[in-house]
């Protein structure tokens, strides 16, 4: 017996999607802007590691480093949003998809 052409579940297709928002939401953008609030702290004057040309050099570095990792998160968001949209537009599918069964149009 061969794989199914098709196989849909409404709760796990919803869960993953708010596993995804909450993940990207309330632990990696938090913790990401964390980390970024510490290093730029510890690269200011007095903030444990300094030096004049050396520390905006790491700053600048770690600055294209956490637009990246923001766009990460970005992306971690539009997967979560594309599963739920395909949960909304499925329902929405199978529902006008009864529909014309059960009320063909005459022809």
Do not use: W
């Not at 980390?35 to 520390?55: D, E």
């Amino acid at each position: 017996m061969g794989t199914p052409d098709i196989g849909i579940n409404y709760e796990d297709i919803t869960t993953a999607s708010t596993l995804l928002n909450t993940a990207a939401n309330d632990t990696i953008a938090p913790e990401l802007t964390t980390l970024y609030n510490s290093v730029h702290t510890l690269l200011q004057n007095g903030g444990g590691l300094y030096m004049i040309q050396t520390s905006p050099a790491i700053q600048a570095q770690y600055d294209q480093f956490n637009t990246s990792a923001l766009q990460c998160v970005d992306a971690i968001r539009s997967f979560a949003k594309m599963f739920g949209d395909l949960v909304t537009n499925l329902q929405s599918m199978d529902g006008k998809l009864a529909y014309n069964i059960t009320h063909p149009s005459s022809s």
